[in-house]
């Protein structure tokens, strides 16, 4: 023991001895630099007999070691059947892909390496004592679910179902359940099988998504964002999602999510909600709860890796690094690996533990912890235990990638105990090529983590149990028992367990085993109104939210029910339950859907998602419920309802329903209507024909000349024309007339935009009327834009060229007149070359090719070699504050500045300056996944690119600079391509010097907390 802690005392002394003398607070001594191998110093694996003297604990807490190598090896998800036998994931192929890569060329060997164990603790003393291989010749395991005796794998590209059917402990049945499940990058594939609550399976589906195929099928499912399936009848349906590797739910069926750098996140929105109305956009369907924000700091106790040392050491040996503080001198102290979210949901633990949330920083060896409190329609995460980790080891070979809630009521960790974890790009080549990312594949470990004063709960053989017992079960303490017993009595499917679970339902004290009985009696076909209404009534307000949930199949014809449901939209003290009640409208006949809807508009809580509840409940009946609104003195003077009305309008405009339209067209016109409405109103109705692939232009041809609404359409677009010229106008009043004019017939517009593209008018209002003519559907203004080019500005000639872009044949517009030489490329915007040199369309990248054939200079490497002198300048922090703002904003915030694109500055703060100036000039070299830009063509012609925001069944949110969001309908959507490069333009060189780099870089570096924390607006 002694030896141990001295080798390793010595150990963290050179490391820290090492890292002083790259920062300049030692002194260097100079000497003849050690090949690159030399410097590699390999930090040995401690043995499992050693391992837990490498942990520190708080608040009590130990390890206990189950299982480790040669027993089980690479663990990274587990499951228990009904008589706790475990079956474990292992995956021995991580981190390379069985194919060749481009990030490596020769591929590896490692085809078929992964396997499924079963571990099995024999004589109950809580270790793994026999191991067997349940199933080998699989690539890329990485999740198992039980079911009927066997369980499910998911193998990208395949999800297997595997069983022994001959007891010899090997399984020999392999069914393909659905296949094409994407292997793109084999840290975004999908993860973590979940039961819920509703006896459907979870798929975490993570970043790469696929055409998912069931079974021979020929059909496709697409699988960008989560799914599950029904193991019955292998129905899939589409899950809000698509994060990273992590998934749990609490034992309420709230799903948690996480991502490397964002480790937690709450899924908000189910998508079921979200389909219903497919023309509502809802920001965030999953959000980032964590009260420190996504990336927030860690604190490890193991040593860095001397890999990173030596990638440290080679970019801060320069003495212009040395203001680098201590903390910020090599990467880490913040979130950049979170995996394996897991809700604690065993009674083993003390109470102030249960509902924990736990998730590791694998890349720091540790395992973070948080405590969760309701928050409205989300949660609010804490950081548990202050400037310090619940477990946090100084074996640099920790690797805590999952938990799994045991029969035993604790939760187990699984480490994947490997040297090295990071994906390969994340290396340096000359560095990974001196480094065995595959080290510790035959090495892996499995513990119990032990709370202070823990019960110890023995395993019951519920595969064994009678109907009675497992109906008993359903209302237990400990969460493996009640899910265990709710899947077998949904397996089973005996009629004779449905009045022993209706019993249960009536006269348990336990609000969650009163949950499982509503959820039991859904999976048996037993679920009736009479269920719902007593659950209706239950004191506690989980019980009564899902109550709601479960009587929407029943509410259109059962007004009884839905009179039960109504009077919770506004009587009910819990907010969550309130919430519920008003996703549920949609479910109701007409008649009680505008009860609802008045009564949830009368009480006027203040709160975005609610609102947007409303929203996505209107249904088909946003025009019939604006006219109420108008007519309805109280509600028309109520604060708020002008905004309410304008994003109806939106939705009644993307609807397909035309007399709809027409209605709303009537409730504009009405003389009711304040005179200030109408204008905005008209606007956000022809934005939402726009968006359905329509016109303003074709509904106003439908009515008659003489008709109210087409008078007073006239009337506002004159109105309009007016505003927009007028000088004296506020730049605001003038903006909003602008985006009027955007719907308006061609020949009533253009004579506006073609006066406020003179060259005597100011730039912000040419700025806003080019800004106005991206909505314009007329060709004819891709002429105008063409024809004052030659006045045009530089901003203004920016601008003008993302108007191009915005629709096919407009672009196709701009490569004629750039072939014309009527444009010359060397005016364009560069950092927009990409959205032409890779357009969705072949016939325009091949033009853009030969026109801009001398301009774009895609060598990044190049760019930055002549760049690297900016790392020798001393920067000044004011003047990269303004960089910031001209060049960075529109997609990066800081603070109360800027706009959410990309990521926020505080997450790269920790970057040390060579990895600022690349990510600047070359920011395809490592973007992140959930940054790529996706370009949408529609069958209209239209063209939009961003990162994708949000996805529902019925449609893709893109976001832009300046968190512009373009809502596409599904419908609408004739191709979607991902560009494979970072939103971010390459190019950025035209526009800074290496001074603008340097200052940009000195004020990222030297960010304050205050100018980081974000205030209300």
């Known amino acids: 023991m002694a030896r141990f802690r001295n080798q390793f005392a010595l150990l963290i002394f050179q490391l820290a001895v090492e890292l002083l003398v790259i920062a300049g607070a030692l002194p260097h ?34 390890l206990e070691l189950v299982a480790a190598e040669p027993l089980v090896s690479d663990p990274v998800d ?14 021995h192929a991580y981190p390379y892909a069985a194919e060749k890569e481009k990030i490596i060329p020769a591929g590896t060997k490692r085809a078929e390496s992964g396997i499924i164990r079963m571990l099995e603790d024999t004589d109950g003393d809580g270790k793994v004592d026999r191991s067997s291989i349940f199933a080998d010749g699989l690539d890329w395991p990485v999740s198992v679910a039980p079911y009927r005796g066997g369980i499910f794998v998911i193998d990208p590209p395949d999800l297997y179902y595997l069983k022994d059917t001959d007891g010899d402990g090997k399984a020999d049945v392999r069914e393909t359940v659905f296949t094409d499940l994407g292997r793109n990058n084999i840290q975004g594939i999908a993860n973590n099988l979940k039961w819920g609550l509703d006896n459907r399976i979870y798929v975490a589906s993570s970043s790469n998504g696929g055409a998912i195929r069931h079974r021979d099928e020929k059909e496709t499912f697409s699988a960008r964002g989560d799914w599950s399936f029904d193991p019955k009848s292998e129905s899939v349906r589409r899950e809000t999602g698509g994060i990273q590797f992590g998934h749990s739910m609490d034992d309420w069926g709230d799903r948690f999510l996480c991502s490397n750098s964002v480790h937690a996140m709450h899924v908000v929105w189910k998508d079921k909600y979200l389909s219903r109305n497919p023309f509502v956009t809802v920001t965030s369907p999953t959000r980032s709860i964590a009260k420190e924000g996504g990336a927030a700091p860690v604190f490890r106790r193991s040593p860095l890796e001397p890999w990173r040392v030596v990638r440290t050491k080679r970019r801060n040996a320069d003495p212009a690094f040395k203001w680098l503080p201590d903390t910020e001198r090599v990467a880490g102290g913040f979130f950049t690996s979170a995996a394996g979210i897991t809700i604690y949901r065993g009674a083993a633990y003390p109470e102030e533990f249960q509902g924990n949330l736990f998730v590791s920083d694998v890349g720091s060896n540790l395992i973070h912890r948080k405590t969760l409190t309701p928050n409205r329609a989300t949660f609010l995460a804490v950081r548990a235990d202050e400037n310090t980790e619940l477990v946090a080891s100084t074996d640099t070979w920790f690797r805590p990638v999952n938990y799994v809630n045991a029969p035993d009521g604790s939760l187990y960790v699984l480490d994947m105990y490997r040297d090295t974890i990071e994906h390969p790009i994340s290396i340096p080549p000359d560095i990974r090529a001196l480094l065995n990312l595959e080290n510790g594949n035959d090495r892996g470990r499995i513990y119990r983590l032990v709370s202070p004063d823990m019960k110890r709960f023995s395993v019951k053989r519920l595969g064994d149990a009678s109907i009675a017992e497992l109906v008993e ?15 077998l009595l949904w397996e089973r499917q005996d009629p004779a367990s449905i009045p022993l679970v209706e019993q ?40 009564r939210r899902h109550a709601i949930e479960l009587s929407e199949p029943f509410l259109s014809e059962n007004p009884e029910l839905a009179e039960v449901v109504l009077s919770y939209l506004t009587d009910d003290d819990d907010f969550r339950v309130r919430f519920q009640a008003t996703l549920a409208l949609s479910w109701m006949n007409d008649k009680q859907m505008l009860q609802g809807l008045f009564d949830v508009a009368k009480k006027g809580e203040n709160d975005s998602d609610l609102q947007s509840a409303f929203l996505l409940s209107i249904a088909d009946q946003g025009a019939r419920f604006s006219e109420l609104l108008i007519q309805d003195d109280e509600l028309r003077q109520r604060p708020g309802s002008q905004a309410l009305l304008e994003k109806i309008a939106e939705i009644v405009g993307s609807r397909p329903e035309r007399p709809a339209q027409a209605a709303m067209l009537k409730t504009i016109a009405d003389a009711r209507t304040p005179d200030d409405w109408r204008g905005p109103l008209l606007r956000q109705l022809g934005q939402g024909l726009t968006r359905s692939g329509s016109s303003f232009q074709r509904l106003t041809e439908e009515l008659p000349a003489n008709s109210p609404e087409h008078i007073e359409v006239v009337k506002l677009f004159e109105n309009a024309s007016e505003t927009a010229l007028d000088e004296s106008g506020s730049a605001q009043s003038r903006k909003a007339a602008l985006q009027l004019l955007a719907i308006a017939p061609w020949s009533v517009s253009q004579t506006a935009f073609r006066s406020l593209l003179e060259p005597q008018v100011t730039q912000e209002a040419q700025l806003d009327a080019l800004d106005a003519l991206g909505d314009v559907q007329d060709p004819l203004a891709a002429e105008l834009l063409v024809a004052s080019w030659r006045s045009l500005t530089p901003a203004s000639r920016s601008a003008a060229t993302k108007v191009f872009l915005s629709k096919l044949n ?69 003047r990269g504050h303004q960089v910031y703002l001209k060049n960075c904003a529109m997609c990066h915030r800081l603070g109360n500045e800027g706009f959410q694109v990309g990521p926020d500055l505080v997450s790269v703060q920790n970057k040390i300056p060579a990895d600022l100036l690349t990510a600047i000039l070359d920011p395809n070299r490592e973007s992140q996944l959930n940054f790529l830009s996706f370009t949408i063509a529609t069958q209209s012609g239209q063209v939009h690119s961003g990162i994708i925001a949000a996805e529902t069944a019925g449609s893709v ?61």
């Not at 560009?979 to 960010?1007: H, Y």
Request: charged residues 25%; proline residues 6%.
């Open 473 to 487: 079960e359903l209302a237990a303490p400990n969460s493996w028992n009640r899910e265990t017993a709710q899947r």
């Open 504 to 543: 249960l339902l009536q006269t348990t004290p336990v609000a969650l085993g009163r949950l499982h009985a509503l959820y039991t009696l859904q999976g048996l076909g037993a679920l009736t109104p009479q269920h719902v209404l007593f659950a209706l009534k239950d004191a506690n307000p989980g019980v």
């Open 29 to 62: 001594v100079k000497a003849e630099e050690k090949p690159l191998a030399e410097e590699l110093t390999h930090l040995p694996a401690v043995e499992p007999d050693r391992a837990l003297e490498t942990f520190h604990f708080e608040k009590g807490f130990s």
């Open 810 to 878: 407009w672009t196709e517009r701009l490569l004629k007149a750039l072939e014309e030489g009527t444009i010359k490329a060397r005016d364009l915007d560069r950092t927009l070359f990409p959205n032409l040199l890779k357009h969705p369309n072949s016939n325009v990248r091949e033009r853009s090719a030969k026109v801009l054939v001398n301009e774009a200079n895609p060598d990044r490497q190049l760019v930055l070699e002549q760049y690297q002198p900016a790392l020798n300048l001393s920067g000044d922090r004011q």
């Open 957 to 1017: 949110t893109l976001r832009r600079a300046e968190a512009k969001e373009d809502v596409i309908l599904r419908s609408q959507i004739d191709e979607l391509i991902s560009s494979g490069q970072s939103l971010m333009p390459e190019g950025l060189e035209k526009q800074l010097s290496q001074q603008d780099v340097a200052d940009v870089i000195e004020f990222i570096r030297t960010l304050s907390s205050a100018e980081n924390k974000q205030t209300p607006q």
């Open 78 to 91: 587990a499951c228990f059947d009904e008589n706790g036998r475990m079956y474990v994931a292992e995956f």
